[in-house]
């Protein structure tokens, strides 16, 4: 970077500082994208001339709200909920909600803004928000998950629809969440609409959904490595998480031939040196989508190692999808990893690498897939899913996934395109930031200051 682009990225940095005080995630994750545009707004002044930047920064809209509702016990509870609705320039508001005790205003503006870009690069037509609540559904009876969802719905249900703002999952947020979620909704409206993603099989919702995230990640890693020349075949893969990310991830790096050997949950990581096969996944499946068990269980039944209070960031390796939450991956961790001699690491969950780790990753030319182009097939199916509802038919599990392999090679192009560093070395970071930023940013120009 020359000085000048430097001393540019810091004061507008300070400004944005100065305006979101103590935002620290959303801090990092803007720092990021101006790293990488700001050398183009260089070269082009209209763009800086307009402000784009610091528009892109300010989200269109927060709406902050009380969620209260009855415990088992009959005591009444209060959260604090939100919904960021960051930019709608290319289609209407897309992304997930988060239900987890550490979301904050900083959290989910982080994830609203990496989502428009993230969204752009989809090359559907979905604009970026993000929402979700304090709540923690672990340990919540099924009733009382249900009842914090309704109450959640009736301020929520103000400020969404299908052709306005649609969410879906994300962390907390799953298969039961959404379809509450989505019953509260259409009996608000008594209308039937496509308003939530992620909906069951039987009421709109989209084959290959659930799986997406996951194998759109091993599906951009394999990318990556095709593009040199390689492939996924026979490498050793660490991941973390055990949620729906991770554990599609583990499924689609088995079929193509890749030995995942790690699995996390907050508690702690297993290690499997022989593997995590078909038999074991489904035992995982198990433990964590239908009996929300604890991951030492896995270590107990197999008899393998669990690490209680790690991640599985200091197993040599040759890939590393981090699956699980954000900076989960520290700058010792990456230096940890490459000198192991890992040679990818393919972002499942959002922004998981603190930014030094991703300097780090950057700096020893490895294949470094930043989450907004690597995790990105989780909304584009969700596109899809939309796609499926407004013209009322569904499409087949091969029709899903084919479309879904399309649009990580078509992310995977664009990254490149704006990313060559010489010869086969891509800087996917500032591919995918500058990709997803020049379709928003001339959106932004043609419907003036608005
Ligand atoms: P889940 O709730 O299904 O799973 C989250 C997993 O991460 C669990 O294993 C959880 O462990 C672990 N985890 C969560 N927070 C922490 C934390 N603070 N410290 C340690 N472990 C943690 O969520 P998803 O799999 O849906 O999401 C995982 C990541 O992927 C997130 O970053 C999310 O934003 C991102 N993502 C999700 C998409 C989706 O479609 N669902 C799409 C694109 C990105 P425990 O159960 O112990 O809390
Ligand atoms: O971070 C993400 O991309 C998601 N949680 C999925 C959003 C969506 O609308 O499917």
């Not at 902050?64 to 604090?80: H, S």
């Not at 752009?120 to 340990?139: H, I, Q, R, Y």
């Not at 800087?427 to 020049?438: E, I, K, P, T």
């Amino acid at each position: 970077m020359t000085e000048k682009v430097r001393s540019e990225v810091d004061k507008f940095m300070s400004g944005l500082i100065r305006r979101n005080p103590g935002e620290t995630e959303f801090h990092q994750a803007v720092q990021e994208v101006a790293e990488s545009v700001m050398p183009f707004l260089f070269d082009h002044p209209e763009y800086r001339k307009a402000s784009i930047l610091e528009r892109l920064t300010e989200p269109d809209r927060i709406i902050t709200f009380r969620v209260c509702w009855r415990d088992d016990q009959g005591n009444v509870r209060t959260n604090r909920a939100w919904r960021v609705q960051c930019n709608n320039s290319i289609g209407p508001y897309k992304g997930g909600l988060r239900f987890h005790p550490s979301v904050t205003l900083s959290v989910l503006k982080f994830l609203a803004f990496e989502q428009v870009l993230k969204n752009s690069l989809t090359t559907l037509p979905m604009g970026g928000a993000k929402g979700g609540a304090n709540f923690n559904p672990k340990g919540k009876s099924d009733e009382e998950v249900m009842r914090f969802c309704q109450s959640m719905m009736i301020e929520l249900s103000r400020h969404i629809g299908e052709d306005t703002d649609v969410p879906a999952g994300d962390i907390g947020v799953g298969g039961r969440e959404v379809s509450y979620l989505f019953g509260q909704y259409k009996r608000l409206q008594n209308r039937w609409t496509g308003t939530i993603t992620g909906k069951g099989l039987s009421f709109g919702g989209s084959l290959i959904r659930t799986e997406a995230t996951g194998y759109g990640c091993v599906y951009f890693a394999q990318n990556m490595l095709e593009h040199r020349g390689d492939s996924l075949e026979g490498k050793t893969c660490l991941i973390s998480g055990s949620g729906n990310v991770a554990l599609y991830t583990i499924e689609k790096s088995l079929e193509l031939g890749a030995k995942p050997v790690t699995a996390s949950d907050s508690s702690g990581f297993i290690h499997d040196p022989d593997g995590i096969d078909e038999e074991k996944l489904a035992f995982l499946k198990d433990l964590k989508e239908v009996r929300r068990g604890r991951i030492h269980e896995y270590a107990e039944k197999f008899g393998c190692e669990f690490i209680p209070n790690e991640r599985p960031w200091n197993i040599p390796a040759d890939v590393a999808f981090p699956c699980a939450t954000q900076n989960e991956i520290l700058e010792g961790d990456a230096k940890t990893l490459l000198g192991h001699g890992v040679r990818v690491v393919c972002e499942g969950a959002n922004m998981p690498s603190e930014l030094a780790a991703a300097h780090q990753f950057l700096a020893a030319k490895i294949l470094y897939a930043p989450s907004k182009a690597a995790n990105a097939g989780g909304v584009a199916v969700s596109g899809l899913e939309q796609s499926q509802n407004s013209l009322r038919l569904t499409w087949t599990r091969e029709e899903v996934d084919r479309r879904l392999r399309e649009i990580m090679q078509k992310i995977h192009a664009q990254c490149v395109e704006y990313g060559r560093r010489g010869g086969d070395d891509v800087n996917y970071v500032d591919g995918a930031n500058l990709a997803g930023f020049v379709k928003v940013a001339d959106a932004m120009l043609a419907h003036g200051i608005v």
